[in-house]
């Protein structure tokens, strides 16, 4: 059971827009940055967003990330094929000693 | 760009300790950041385990501290994970990073650790 939960799995065509949801609480998300990860089968995960709505140089702008009290959001628009993967939230936790927590994972099928 | 490389011993047996390393090139270990591991077993979701800056202070996944010990040497660029009495459970792809509060932007490619007799 993780601290962080997120779906499963979703699922759209590609051209298309998702979202992927990170629900927390005030300790972890409510208190601190959200930051969220892609991998690919088999490969180490990529930063995606950090501080809730940042992109590293090299992610494309059509990766977005957003926070509203204790749950995050990441967007994804013009979805590709190559976007199938799974993707994890991530934030401190400030009952924990600034611990870090992931979500369970989301993975993302592209039609 | 700074790079990790992971290495250690793929197979370790239950009850022992497994022993991992990491050397950190491109970048300075004195840089502001935490040095740390990640976890993800087969089929299964990522685990944070605990990291240390090159201060010496370290954090711990409180669930895993008991029998985690991280080393950093900042003056060889790199950094080890020692973990105690492992059983199956900690059969795993382990990972370090470099991270900045929760945000891991650097990973090696992983050591795949399988705990068996």
């Known amino acids: 059971q993780s601290v962080l939960t997120q779906p499963p799995s979703v699922s759209a065509a590609p051209g298309q827009k998702v979202t992927i949801s990170c629900s927390g609480t005030r300790s972890n998300i409510g208190y601190n940055f959200v930051s969220w990860y892609q991998q690919v089968s088999g490969i180490a995960p990529k930063l995606l967003i950090y501080d809730n709505g940042k992109r590293p140089s090299g992610i494309p702008d059509r990766f977005s990330g957003s926070k509203s009290g204790t749950s995050a959001t990441l967007a994804i628009y013009g979805l590709q094929t190559g976007d199938e993967a799974t993707y994890y939230c991530a934030a401190m936790d400030s009952n924990l000693n600034a611990a870090v927590v992931f979500g369970g994972g989301t993975k993302l099928t592209v039609l | ?117």
Request: hydrophobic share 35%.
């Open chain 2, 1 to 117: 760009q700074v790079q990790l490389q992971g290495s250690g011993p793929g197979l370790v047996k239950p009850s022992e300790t497994l022993s991992l390393s990491c050397s950190v090139s491109g970048g300075s270990i004195r840089d502001s950041y935490f040095w740390g591991w990640v976890r993800q077993s087969p089929g299964k979701g990522l685990e944070w385990i605990a990291d240390v800056f090159h201060s010496g202070s370290i954090r711990y996944n409180p669930s895993l501290r008991s029998r985690v010990t991280l080393f950093i040497d900042s003056s060889r660029g790199h950094f080890s994970l020692n973990m105690t009495s492992v059983t199956a459970a900690d059969t795993a792809m382990y990972y370090c990073v470099r991270v900045r509060g929760a945000d891991f932007d650097s990973w090696d490619r992983g050591t795949l650790v399988t705990v068996s007799s």
